[in-house]
């Protein structure tokens, strides 16, 4: 009995030494655990049988282990197999760990309509120009000037140096409408002058985060009665700004869930200033209501970054949803969250405890049957779900392997 448990022993002990130290996963393969009597010869041995679902890239990885191991004539790769040579450093093909940061912000990152109602608005009335001072003003913000007077307003200035761009003017006869902007290079006091040389002038501005630059601009002359611009190029979620005359004391406003500030309703002449976000990509129009002829309306929108922080390569978290957005690149969000990339059944993780609740796309099942087991080498695509014990079908788009996921 003693030499046949010996026996077993030599025969284990064999068996196993012949056989390379698989400290892999499934996708990478590391050469100095692949027998060879140089580089190459480990490399061609690390090569078999490894990685034969073309649709499914892999890592072949030579360790810095190696660096003083004879080179070898090492083979050809399959082109789903990517080589990580570390014999001398860190190799252009490892892959680089994006700096990430998850950004808790609520449903979404904060964006434009966390900063509404805008800093200030003001107005004048009587012969110009006119300034308006502001105790502060933040560098990168976007300071948006509307002007409406009994003739044309030139380019207005302020104490910064900051340059002022014409969004957009309308009406040649009446109160002319117009908008302009400029972004903010400098914090601190700022004070902006509205070059309107004329008897009859309302002036408003309003410093707004982070708007990425003009994007439409309407204008309408008309009255009396209602007189709308409609912006056909807005987008959804872009910062709309709506200015008109105050004539009358009996103007009001619509064109978004936004809101409406009515300016100097003692004078004649004064300012109607809207800002809100445009609900949806497509048209958008802003109204007003007026007594008298040839009253000017004007509205703008301003593209909105889609959020104020993180950099490029950091993600952020959707709390009501728990889906992953990311990375940020060249200053943008994506706008649909990280998808899970589909694999075949065999490249699954063991299902255990530490692994319940994981849902992974296959595109291998031999199975549709909600709640049931499956195995690979099928042509089903289902979602499989770990519940603890073993992987199941959650969900299976129905025809995909002829079966009926009911």
Known sequence: MKFLRNLLFAFVAVLFCGLPAFAQTVNVRQVDQYPGANVGQKASAALQGFCPNANITCYLRIESSLASYPAGVMPSLPANVILEDYRHGLPASAPQAAPMGLLF??????SVASYIPVQSVDNSVGYGPFSISLAAVTAGNMLIVGTSADGPCTVPTDSKGNTFALAGTGGTIGYVTSIFYARVGSSGADVVTSHCGNVYQGFSISEVPNLQGFDAFASTLGGPGVVSASLTASVGGDFVYTVAPNLQQTNTQSGGAGQTVLLNDYQIMGMLAEWTLAPAPGAFTSS????????????????????????????????????????????????????ETPIPARSLDPCDSAHEGYLVPVIDADSVQYWSSFNGGGTCHILAYCDGTSWIVATARAGTCGGDPS
């Open 105 to 110: 912000s609520g449903d979404e990152p904060p």
């Open 288 to 339: 007003a209501t007026v007594n008298s002829a040839n009253v000017n309306i004007a509205v703008a929108a301003f593209k909105v970054a889609n959020v104020t922080v993180g950099k490029d390569g950091d993600f952020y978290i959707r709390k009501t949803t728990g889906r992953v957005y990311g990375p940020k690149s060249g200053g943008s969000w994506p706008s649909l969250p990280l998808a």
